[in-house]
């Protein structure tokens, strides 16, 4: 009868602890998307692309953003969906519109905090912007504007 193998073990040194992209409370960032979504639904261009599809749909919304962006910058894994998918099903979607919102964006985040607290969450904010342009237009020959970068 043949011996069997030892088994092999594989291990692994634990994840260093994330700690938070920005030091911002859950508060701020759900004003910082009051505010941004309050000016998104002025915009001439980008109100109506947003009106169109979330029409009566506001507040659940709003609530995902939230979600999604405590993810993104305290890490603290509430959201779960797949923002390429949703992205990529908006039949009017242009390439500049993603201009158009990392601007305002900027100008919104600008408003409520002081660069130092600014800085990182626009660095990630232009980060989503590029990989969501990506995915609807970047192809080998269409690389993302400088402007994403």
């Not at 690389?143 to 970068?149: E, F, G, I, K």
């Given at each position: 009868?043949?011996?069997?193998?030892?088994?092999?073990?594989?291990?692994a040194?634990?994840?260093?602890p994330?700690?938070?992209?920005?030091?911002?409370?859950?508060d701020?960032?759900?004003l910082?998307?009051?505010?941004?979504?309050g000016?998104?639904?002025q915009?001439?261009r980008l109100?109506?692309?947003?009106?169109?599809?979330?029409?009566?749909?506001?507040d659940?919304?709003?609530?995902?953003m939230?979600l999604f962006?405590r993810s993104?910058?305290?890490?603290?894994?509430e959201?779960?969906?797949?923002?390429?998918?949703?992205?990529?099903a908006?039949?009017?979607?242009?390439?500049?519109d993603?201009r158009?919102w990392?601007e305002l964006?900027?100008?919104?985040?600008?408003?409520?905090?002081?660069?130092?607290t600014?800085?990182?969450?626009?660095?990630?904010?232009?980060?989503?912007?590029r990989?969501?342009?990506?995915?609807?237009?970047?192809?080998?020959?269409n690389?993302?504007?400088?402007?994403?970068?």
């Open positions: 009868m043949a011996e069997r193998p030892e088994p092999i073990v594989i291990s040194r634990p994840a260093p994330r700690v938070p992209a920005v030091e911002i409370s859950i701020e960032i759900a910082l998307f009051d505010r941004f979504y000016e998104i639904r915009h001439p109100g109506p692309l947003f009106e169109d599809r979330l029409a009566g749909k506001w659940p919304h709003l609530e995902r939230n962006w993104v910058l305290l890490y603290s894994g959201y779960s969906g797949q923002p390429v998918v949703k992205h990529n908006l039949p009017d979607l242009q390439e500049d993603f158009l990392l964006f900027e100008q919104t985040t600008a408003s409520l905090f002081e660069a130092g600014a800085a990182p969450i626009l660095v990630i904010a232009r980060r989503i912007a990989s969501l342009w990506l995915a609807r237009f970047g192809t080998p020959f690389q993302a504007p400088d402007w994403l970068n």
